[in-house]
Each structure stands twice: as structure tokens, then as C-alpha cells.
């Protein structure tokens, strides 16, 4: 399985961007899945968190400027991030509890990450 991060780039202040981040495979489950960001010298922090039935929680810096959904048909999940700060700038990576099958038709649950998409805020 793989969790397919892209959208990030560069912004400036108060500008927006969206994430997306598809779980490519023979997806069978998709629970809760979230976005994590992790800046220089930083530790890996939550920025927003969806369950399967959509109910959210974010980071606390967030404060309304950030929009975590899903589409589960697609089995993709997004972030839509509007008001931008330059403390913003981080990598960014999703995660997910996601249930797979191998090639070989074993199921497979488990909590995984994605590769990271850099988003940067700058004037």
C-alpha cells in the first residue's frame, strides 16, 4: 500500500494550497486518517484528523484556517489550507489505519505514512 501525498509548494502569506493524499493498493478499510507536519529542528506534530464517519480534531494552531475531508469512494484524503503563516513551513505527511490486500490476497491492517510534500510560506 502506499499513501500518496502531493499539492504542497510554495505560498505566500495569506495564501492558500491543498493537499491530497490517495491510499493507492487493494484498499479494503480506511479509518481514521490525518495530517502530521514536521518543521526544521521541530518534532512531528498533528495538524487535523478525520474518522471514517468524519467527525475531525485539529491542532490548536490551526484555529479555523485549516479544512481536513475525505472522499472514501476514492479513498483519498485532503487538506484544504487557507490564511497561510510562514510558520506554516513544513513538511507535511499524511497517515491513515488502512486495511490492504497483498498480491498474493493476504489482508493487511495497519497504521501507515506517506512520503511528505513540502509546503512552504514565503513572500
Known amino acids: 500500500v502506499q499513501l500518496q501525498a502531493s499539492g504542497g509548494g510554495v505560498a505566500k502569506p495569506g495564501g492558500s494550497l491543498r493537499l491530497s493524499c490517495k491510499a493507492a493498493?487493494?484498499?479494503?478499510?480506511?479509518?481514521?486518517m490525518g495530517w502530521y507536519r514536521q518543521a526544521p529542528g521541530k518534532q512531528r506534530e498533528l495538524v487535523a484528523v478525520i474518522t471514517k464517519g468524519g467527525s475531525t480534531n485539529y491542532g490548536d494552531f490551526v484555529k479555523g484556517r485549516f479544512a481536513i475531508s475525505r472522499d472514501n469512494a476514492k479513498n483519498t484524503l485532503y487538506l484544504q489550507m487557507n490564511s497561510l503563516k510562514p510558520e506554516d513551513t513544513a513538511v507535511y505527511y499524511c497517515?491513515?489505519?488502512?486495511?490492504?490486500?497483498?498480491?498474493?490476497?493476504?489482508?493487511?491492517?495497519?497504521?501507515?505514512w506517506g512520503q511528505g510534500t513540502q509546503v512552504t510560506v514565503s513572500s
Open positions: 497517515n491513515g489505519d488502512l486495511g490492504y490486500y497483498t498480491d498474493d490476497g493476504t489482508p493487511i491492517v495497519g497504521r501507515f
Open positions: 493498493g487493494k484498499i479494503f478499510m480506511m479509518n481514521e
